[in-house]
């Protein structure tokens, strides 16, 4: 709903390689063009994680790019950004004037010594940033599709008009129930 929402036909999206499936097909649903940066694998045998390639990103932006889609914890990697990669692309959307789709769907699922970080608490990324997050990741109910997005009004705004036209109601059962774990202590 975010992509068809805010991409207009040969917009850009910038999207890390390799990638959630859905995000290509959901790209060209909103008319948009995928532009793919490879993140970096970590040497062999080193246990250490994907790294976003900070150049390759940089080199990515072209007057055409409109958003650049962050997902950290990373589907399907694991990586998680640290805060160092996400003020990289935070002073890129800033800079020039891009929005960042942030899928937040595996923020709970982080281990030690990574920790997870929206890159809409970046300073001067609240206004430019549409966050989703996942209910049945959050819950380890993956077969209960109820998610959210969360930003400013105008994003969010946009974004209801368009989800409210891709299906009548997402999970209506299973809504109480994520609602009563969201109310939850951590």
């Known amino acids: 709903a975010t992509l068809i929402a805010l991409i207009d036909q040969g ?7 390799p990638y ?4 290509a097909a959901a790209i060209a649903m909103a008319g948009g063009r995928r532009v793919a940066v490879p993140l970096q694998p970590p040497p062999a045998g080193s246990g250490g994680s994907f790294r976003l390639d900070v150049e390759a990103l940089a080199a990515a932006v072209t007057d055409r790019t409109r958003m650049v889609l ?6 399907p990697t694991g990586m998680v950004l640290t805060t160092a990669e996400l003020q990289v692309i935070a002073d890129l959307a800033i800079e020039h004037n891009l929005l960042v789709l942030s899928d937040e769907a595996y923020e709970h699922l982080v281990f030690t ?7 809409a608490t970046l300073p001067g990324m609240t206004a430019r940033t549409v966050t989703v997050g996942s209910g049945g990741k959050t819950f380890s109910f993956t077969g209960w599709k109820v998610g959210w997005a969360s930003g400013p009004a105008d994003l969010i705004a946009a974004v209801r008009v368009v989800r409210q036209h891709l299906s009548y109601v997402s999970g209506g059962p299973f809504q109480p129930a994520i609602a009563a774990g969201l109310r939850l202590p951590d």
């Open 20 to 23: 959630f499936d859905l995000y």
């Open 113 to 119: 010594p990574n920790r997870h970080v929206p890159i």
């Open 70 to 75: 962050v997902n950290s914890p990373h589907n």
């Open 11 to 17: 917009d850009e999206v910038i999207i890390f390689e």
